[in-house]
């Protein structure tokens, strides 16, 4: 079995120098993530052009200091590289044929959107056929952590171009891996999403049982993150998990279950059995049937409360458990 | 509900001035953890004393400087406090006699074992009536960790017992817990230990998956510790499910499995759902029947590939994703 | 919420006679299933035509007596309803313009195939704008039970055309249901599949402990299948569960994993937490991977076997229970 | 693998007449189930002793005719044969400490319970050092099963004591099978646990997926038992999930938790993996924290329906799916 054997956290901008610099770096969505890099590429002395169809967007990112384009094909002739962000593959698809439209021959683009690997072959085969090239680059991390530059980049695609993107990786994130063929980066993201997804249940898993025995989520959070059993998801869903800490969100679970339907689909096409994983769906499906949907996903914590809670207690009878 | 209002992680040694200072320090079982704990308290300058049934464990204690007692009643008498490491409920329960019987007052006894609540609960109370304090005391940590004092204690029990024992945690532990009640201790080591089942298995799962689309394991654990999807078991475990790492054992499987009938029975106690806790279970059982009992519990690693791998295929055929 | 108040499994022809009799019933699509319900309807009297893509389909259903139309314009104009049994959307939807554009008014289409109902709601669309009537109506039953009439028919749509169709059904089924609004027979069809899911999975689970005891699949099978944990799955896979008889294929795995995908999606859609569905996938998946696709769903017994056997064990040791 | 290939349903006295008839027969425990075999043994002319510790027992099996013995030891001396249906371990030993004082050799004790099979074990040696001999005979069926005399037997231990007790059988149940060496009774019968287990929660899923899409829970048994996803839960269990049915109580949650354990530790013991099984474990104990610890095992269906509805919505939001 053929493995990936080129990964490098490189830090240092080897042979950038050679190459033509990349200054004006344009953006195609200009969400939350999209505008949070930008501004970061803005202070490390890009000039950054930028483009969302809401006009809320626009204005945002005019104010930040960014140059508004009025459609993507004039962002095209405004810049040397162009960073996507996107909701759906619908939105991937129809971008792809503006930029191939576009015809210009040696564009660069970094797809960081999080999507299905055949939606992003779909659109890098567009734009190749008129010289655009796609680099499949997800990013690892939220929005707050993207305004603040804590960004992990997991860029796939040809190894010379990524190279020739450092300086831009740099502008917007703390650290970047180049993870070999284009899809290696989605792939890794899917990973990445596996484990988000099983280790924030097991959080909430483990913070019921404590609250059961009177431990406060907090006290059991604190004690726990720095042993064996500690976990990314416990130290910032953990918290989340009491006093409806859910309701402040930084991954809707209407939107998380785009995420869930994408992983569990590769594992189908993998031919992998991930038991965790799946045990996980019945718990995003009861928090969307819950009403969660606008919600954290640290809501799972609710579900599990829920479902076993003396708040639903059938009858009047007490269990020997709550007497003690 | 009540809950747990005292958590200080007391890294200063406040009142314990006007206590009177324990000097010597008695371990009853010398296995790999009650050595290496004595081995530092013995760095710290207390005077350790120490017995264990077998004759190798008592001649490795004496090597490196510790005094052996012949047996538990005679380490009674050498001691100003006990710290108990031990296999089996059976093993404490004997302990628990022999220290009652001894009639030392005031003699209190840290016990660092994982068994079950209501075993100790049972050995606190045949101690007590004879003027013996047990407290529950389990540590997270394993042996090699042990050994660097890279430990932390757990402590329940009465609070001035608690604080009067600081200098002895501190002497062989980096960092210890005040959790409250008596059994406080061992309900905080059985959510590590759930949290501990169930990372294995997540870390198994998206390494697996990363190995089929050609990822080698040490790659994504270097990628995705520092991400949403880390956890300690991704960056301890994770190495060791390439190569057979498993065959370095810090966990036994056949160990491991009473450890997880300990948190199977705590759930069902404490009346709470824990489904990814609950889909765990089949693979450690699959573990043991693939013959992994001397193992790390790694190994769960092999079972997920082998009941999906190459080295099963029923035929000749080949699938689509190993062409690829 | 409203609930389905109409399930009559009409066995008589109610107020069938004031209705046109349908004496001409067109088939497109004649594989296994088509074919045995086309077969069913010439000994029950009526002039069957028939459509397929492949060439030895058609021999083979001339050859049984039925009337080769040559595409299925030309069948629209022979027959009074039609019946579709088709393998994909894609299928569904090409069948639903080619029956739309042959305009004829007031034609009843019967859908039998297993698809989203998504896919069979825009077919309905395409039709009903020229005045086609397409009816949901999924079948119970393998091919084998075809042949022998011993299907049911979960039929959906409007009551009356319903009503008026009890003779066809009765040509072909053993018994049917009018579940009410069109989507419903899915919906039902879908309810089942989740539970063969789960069923032929629980018959691997206890057969395999059987076996491990020393109690061969066929006693168990004959002792449990009249008792409290009897089912349809344990009487017909449990004893394909013994000497490989997942390779007489009466569900390919490959197929299967599509039906799979249908209920996972139906479930995250209508929000509902099936934990035992999901703990199915992983095992599916699994058979996939160990070159099950082509071999019968009873494979999964093979799946939960390796996975924790002598035949993989690791080392020469043998575990407690071998010896017994 | 030896396997055990001895099955014989035998409904028919093949040897039996050389063997001395048993005509008295004696019943340790009359509860439920105890009483209702009592009757149909007298129905079919045996003599029928009885003690059991409570006196309403005692009253109600002297009304129903039979012969109420002061203790064990006088019930031993009035008997040829004994029936035992014991609530726990600790009532199993204690009687076959007595039985096995009482010193009458060649008695035979037909032992019903669903108790673990080192405990039966246990009993068994202690018996037979005073030539008592134990066999293992657990029953399927339910107390209103056993007073329509609708029991299966799963006997057992020596063969030629299970042929000599066939008239007995006969006389309380509708079939028996001999499975063999001791113990295999109970083997039996915790497979048959096993698939309960699951078939349990799965109608669960299915008729709460029906709910869902507004088919009734009693249209979606009619429609589905007699189809591919039959099974007897289905036809038992499910009526009772709609309209709190589970306050008719067949099987006891709180009971069943001991049903479940004992399952669970056969897994571990016999190295098996059962997926399904485990991922039932969740919603029993969830069920249990809801309060449904006196409610029939159907009260599963609640515990689905609560953890994901309407009633828990966590504010005024509405879900798509409400709106359909």
Same mark, same amino acid.
């Given at each position: 079995?053929?493995?990936?054997?080129?990964?490098?956290?490189?830090?240092?901008?080897?042979?950038?120098?050679?190459?033509?610099?990349?200054?004006?770096?344009?953006?195609?969505?200009?969400?939350?993530?999209?505008?949070?890099?930008?501004?970061?590429?803005?202070?490390?002395? /890009?000039?950054?052009?930028?483009?969302?169809?809401?006009?809320?967007?626009?204005?945002?990112?005019?104010?930040?200091?960014?140059?508004?384009?009025?459609?993507?094909?004039?962002? *095209?002739?405004?810049?040397?590289?162009?960073?996507?962000?996107?909701?759906?593959?619908?939105?991937? #698809? &129809?971008?792809?044929?503006?930029?191939?439209?576009? %015809?210009?021959?040696?564009?660069?683009?970094?797809?960081?959107?999080?999507?299905? #690997?055949?939606?992003?072959?779909?659109?890098?085969? +567009?734009?190749?056929?008129?010289?655009?090239?796609?680099?499949?680059?997800?990013?690892?991390?939220?929005?707050?952590?993207?305004?603040?530059?804590?960004?992990?980049?997991?860029?796939?695609?040809?190894?010379?171009?990524?190279?020739?993107? +450092?300086?831009?990786?740099?502008?917007?994130?703390?650290?970047? /891996?180049?993870?070999?063929?284009? %899809?290696?980066?989605?792939?890794?993201?899917?990973?990445?999403?596996?484990? *988000?997804?099983?280790?924030?249940?097991?959080?909430?898993?483990?913070?019921?049982?404590?609250?059961?025995?009177?431990?406060?989520?907090?006290?059991? *959070?604190?004690?726990?993150?720095?042993?064996?059993?500690?976990?990314?998801?416990?130290?910032?869903?953990?918290?989340?998990?009491?006093?409806?800490?859910?309701? &402040? +969100?930084?991954?809707?679970?209407?939107?998380?279950?785009?995420?869930?339907?994408?992983?569990?689909?590769?594992?189908?096409?993998?031919?992998?059995?991930?038991?965790?994983?799946?045990?996980?769906?019945?718990?995003?499906?009861?928090?969307? %049937?819950? %009403?969660?949907?606008?919600?954290?996903?640290?809501?799972?914590?609710? +579900?599990?409360?829920?479902?076993?809670?003396?708040?639903?207690?059938?009858?009047?009878?007490?269990?020997?458990?709550?007497?003690?």
């Amino acid at each position: 079995m053929s493995t990936n054997k080129l990964v490098k956290p490189s830090k240092t901008k080897l042979s950038v120098a050679a190459s033509p610099a990349f200054e004006r770096v344009g953006f195609l969505g200009l969400g939350i993530m999209g505008s949070a890099m930008a501004g970061n590429l803005m202070k490390a002395g /890009f000039e950054v052009h930028g483009f969302d169809p809401t006009t809320k967007a626009r204005q945002r990112f005019k104010s930040a200091g960014g140059h508004v384009s009025k459609d993507a094909a004039e962002l *095209v002739r405004s810049v040397d590289v162009i960073i996507t962000s996107l909701p759906s593959p619908d939105a991937l #698809i &129809e971008t792809a044929n503006v930029l191939a439209r576009a %015809g210009r021959k040696g564009l660069l683009v970094i797809e960081t959107s999080t999507l299905d #690997i055949k939606d992003k072959d779909a659109a890098r085969d +567009v734009m190749a056929k008129k010289g655009v090239t796609l680099l499949d680059c997800p990013l690892s991390g939220t929005g707050a952590q993207a305004a603040r530059k804590d960004l992990t980049v997991y860029a796939s695609g040809p190894a010379a171009d990524i190279r020739r993107l +450092v300086p831009v990786f740099e502008g917007f994130s703390k650290a970047h /891996f180049d993870l070999g063929p284009f %899809g290696n980066g989605m792939k890794m993201k899917l990973m990445a999403n596996l484990l *988000v997804a099983i280790h924030n249940v097991s959080t909430a898993e483990a913070l019921l049982l404590g609250q059961r025995w009177g431990i406060k989520p907090s006290t059991a *959070v604190k004690v726990l993150s720095d042993g064996a059993g500690g976990s990314r998801m416990l130290q910032v869903r953990g918290p989340m998990m009491e006093n409806e800490g859910w309701k &402040e +969100v930084t991954m809707k679970i209407s939107v998380w279950q785009k995420d869930m339907k994408l992983i569990a689909q590769a594992l189908a096409d993998a031919q992998v059995p991930a038991p965790l994983f799946a045990a996980t769906i019945p718990l995003y499906n009861a928090a969307m %049937g819950m %009403g969660h949907e606008s919600n954290d996903t640290a809501a799972v914590f609710d +579900v599990l409360e829920k479902m076993s809670s003396i708040s639903n207690k059938v009858a009047g009878k007490k269990t020997a458990l709550r007497k003690r």
